[in-house]
């Protein structure tokens, strides 16, 4: 399977990957149409910064059973609302839990 890897400190990517340095709306609809089908971002920044240009359709929030107190926010503070709508909540045999939300 294809893989674009958005990184602004990496120097290559392994084999069938393509490095990409910014996210530009414009090429990302244009690789999600290509693509075909569904498109997973991981990682809060990367996943921020399609946020913030509006290219997230849902979200997958994985909640485990652990409090670390630190960490990077999941959701950056930004100046506008965005409603979502429960599509799926699932618990998992070790505590985690999915909850997946569609865009309002």
Known sequence: MPKVVFSRTLQEVGPNAELVRNVVPDDVRARVAQAGGPVVVGGAVLAAAFAEHDLVDEYRTF????????GRPAFPAVDRRTSLRLLESRAFGNGVVLVRHGRG
């Not at 909640?63 to 630190?70: E, K, N, T, W, Y």
């Open 63 to 70: 909640v485990a059973p652990v409090l670390i107190g630190r």
